[in-house]
């Protein structure tokens, strides 16, 4: 009896999970989602003062949660490194990886894993001191740029500069906050990296207004969950939470008003709240998946302004997040 | 004719021979070159400490909640105000605290009990610190049993998951390299080879690397659907790199034991065993323990390298910290405040080392 205590004690440390069941099975048994994300990036994934992870990322894992288990609050978040996030979704220690990762086709194609859509696009920008008075990158002849070394940013900075025949001195730093050091402390007339970024990096300056941030995008950039390949009912559910968040944007269906929506006889809100037809059934899931989803974390717009828009400190305009139908190319397809 | 002896009284030495003056005078003014090198040294120290001060302390801000009653022109301990409980336990669930803060309470008596030298039952209570005192702290920590809630490792982090690293770490790494050493030194061919090939791999990797072997790779290796707990993968890789290191240093001690002592034991009729155990490395730790010291040092600062495989030590979790949005621009604080914790628990086991090998010198020091 007493072996049999301490084998226990053992085999709990080695913490089994099922991979033979589907990945929703699997989710389901343990009462939770294994999200993947950034361990640390402002606006998508970073610790509150109350341990909870807030972020555009990290909002998704609990829109999934909440489509799957239909409770937000049932995540597991797992802080990844950029070179084991990967390794992390394909041996099943996660099962969706929502941590800034750009969707390329390299990627999409050789890892084994699937994007299930963008949820946010990105792509390098430029920030300068608002005193210069640059207002387009084409101004930006000659000038010193302060940049991340081994990135993409680099590679995609000497590629711009050269195909527009300017010049320019790199000033190569090790990390975000060494290169916003760097700019703060005029060795750079430039700062160049993700936009996303840029913004994060300009609240870290003393005074955040000397600092604009260009219009221009030099790069795609695209961000978005990832899943295993192989499962395709849990890829749909992933890819589903998103577009619902989408549609329900689209629809004017807010955390706030979902609840009278459920009265609404527009068809469309009708079969998103699954009070038409049972859109979740084929998914495995409930059929007010999209309900639970708004209810309890939100639409898109809600998200974004809440972690990187307009009721955030970064404040990025929506620009190409924007819907469709507002200047954007977020897109979803809708449900029926 | 008797002399009058005049009996001098016996006076102070003159206060330009002794007191704080004097030693000024001897040792920071006693010539020209002298007293420019110590002017000019306290004009540095003036440039230095003046700002460290006025920005650490003067015009720091203490009291808050949010970045905005922080007035940036001093240091905004409000930030690690605000974050203090996450640096200390991590993410481990507010609610159970407790638990943690019983293994602190119990941790920290068990290590005073025995550094204390006055209190008894010595034998006993390191025999319950090195097997008693574990389950209780995985039972705590863990959960799972008698009705405590679980809680998963990777809600663990930062002080306390920097100690649990080190510990395990030391504790575990001090037995495996005495025995490593005593292999390395064995005259069996086979128990050698194993023990020099071990030793010299463990030393050849970069703990970066074997971290990331253990994160990225080994899941990769392992049967479908078993994944080890990551904080477990980190343990075990951290104490065989610590053994390899520990028995190189404890077989340096070896080597320093005359020859003599050991062939004197033999001639008494000692088996191997209680050679070692009574008359070589009794007298071979002694020494070493400026080099063990050293190692456990080195230990305790690399726990921050779990960092790159997701683990919140305490480095990591001030990291984590300092990208939420509401505490941008804080890094200073925050890695001031990690180096502080980093440099008490350094310095007292420095401090520690030199004790103890004040306490166990028998006159052989040179």
């Not at chain 2, 001090?174 to 080879?193: F, H, T």
Request: aromatic share 12%; charged share 15%; proline share 4%.
């Amino acid at each position: 009896m007493k072996t049999v205590r301490w084998l226990g004690l053992g085999i709990s440390i080695l913490a089994p999970s099922v991979a033979m069941a589907s990945t929703l099975e699997t989710v389901q048994n343990r009462d939770s989602v294994r999200c993947g994300v950034n361990a640390a990036q402002p606006g998508f994934s970073a610790l509150d003062d109350d341990d909870q992870y807030r972020g555009l990322d990290t909002d998704i894992c609990r829109a999934i949660a909440a489509a799957a288990l239909g409770d937000a609050s049932k995540v597991d978040f797992v802080p990844l490194d950029s070179v084991e996030r990967f390794t992390a979704l394909q041996s099943g220690e996660v099962d969706v990886l929502s941590r800034t990762t750009t969707w390329t086709s390299n990627r999409d194609t050789s890892l084994g894993i699937n994007f299930t859509g963008v949820s946010y696009y990105d792509g390098q920008a430029f920030m300068v001191a608002s005193d210069l008075g640059v207002q387009s990158t084409k101004e930006l002849d000659g000038a010193a740029v302060c940049t991340q070394s081994g990135t993409t940013s680099e590679l995609n900075l000497s590629d711009y500069f050269r195909i527009h025949n300017m010049a320019y001195d790199a000033v190569v730093f090790d990390s975000p906050e060494q290169s916003i050091a760097g700019f703060e402390a005029g060795r750079c007339d430039v700062l160049s990296s993700d936009a996303s970024q840029l913004y994060a990096q300009r609240m870290q300056l003393a005074d955040p207004d000397r600092a604009v941030v260009l219009p221009e995008i030099i790069s795609k950039e695209p961000l978005g969950p990832a899943v295993r390949q192989g499962d395709d009912q849990w890829f749909n559910i992933v890819k589903w939470t998103l577009f619902a968040m989408l549609n329900a944007e689209e629809l004017g269906i807010s955390q706030e008003n979902v609840d009278e929506q459920l009265d609404s006889d527009n068809p469309d809100i009708m079969r998103l709240l699954g009070q038409d037809g049972d859109f979740g059934e084929a998914m495995g899931i409930e059929a007010d998946w999209a309900y639970q989803i708004v209810k309890q974390v939100g639409n898109y717009a809600e998200i974004y302004d809440r972690n990187v828009g307009s009721d955030s400190d970064f404040n990025i305009a929506r620009g190409l997040n924007g819907l469709w139908n507002n200047g954007g190319i977020q897109y979803a397809p809708p449900i029926r | 004719m008797i002399h009058n002896q005049t009996v001098i009284e016996q006076r102070p030495a003159p206060s330009s021979a002794i007191g704080p003056l004097a030693w000024l005078r001897t040792n920071l003014f006693s010539d020209p070159i002298n007293t420019i090198f110590t002017l000019i040294g306290l004009y540095v120290l003036y440039l230095l400490v003046v700002p460290t001060v006025q920005w650490a302390f003067i015009n720091a801000d203490w009291v808050g909640t949010t970045r905005e009653d922080c007035s940036r022109e001093g240091a905004c301990w409000v930030f690690v105000n605000a974050r203090f409980t996450q640096f200390i336990y991590g993410l481990y669930p507010r609610a159970e605290i407790w638990r943690a803060n019983i293994v602190f309470a119990g941790f920290f008596t068990l290590i005073a009990w025995l550094a204390i030298p006055r209190l008894p039952f010595k034998r006993w209570v390191a025999v319950f610190a090195l097997v008693g005192f574990p389950v209780v702290a995985y039972v705590l920590l863990h959960g799972g049993y008698f009705d405590l809630p679980r809680v998963p490792t990777h809600r663990w982090g930062g002080l306390m998951l920097t100690l649990l690293l080190a510990t395990v770490g030391m504790v575990g790494a001090l037995p495996i390299g005495i025995v490593l050493a005593l292999g390395r030194r064995s005259n069996m061919p086979i128990v050698k080879s194993f023990c020099v090939v071990f030793i010299e791999f463990w030393r050849g990797v970069p703990l970066i690397t074997v971290l990331f072997m253990a994160s990225v790779m080994l899941p990769l290796f392992m049967p479908s659907g078993i994944s080890v707990d990551r904080l477990v993968r980190a343990l075990i890789g951290l104490t065989l790199f610590q053994s390899a290191y520990m028995a190189e240093v404890i077989r340096g001690g070896l080597q320093a034991i005359p020859k003599g002592q050991e062939e004197a034991a033999a001639a008494l009729g000692m088996t191997y065993w209680k050679r070692m155990g009574l008359i070589v490395l009794p007298q071979a730790l002694k020494m070493m323990i400026p080099g063990i010291v050293n190692t456990f040092i080195s230990l305790f600062k690399d726990t921050t390298l779990v960092m790159i495989i997701g683990l919140f030590d305490l480095l990591g979790i001030v990291q984590a910290a300092l990208a939420d949005s509401r505490w941008l621009g804080f890094s200073l604080e925050g890695y001031v405040f990690a180096a502080f914790m980093f440099w008490i628990f350094c310095f007292s086991m420095s401090r520690y080392s030199q004790y103890l090998e004040r306490k166990l010198n028998t006159g052989h020091k040179r």
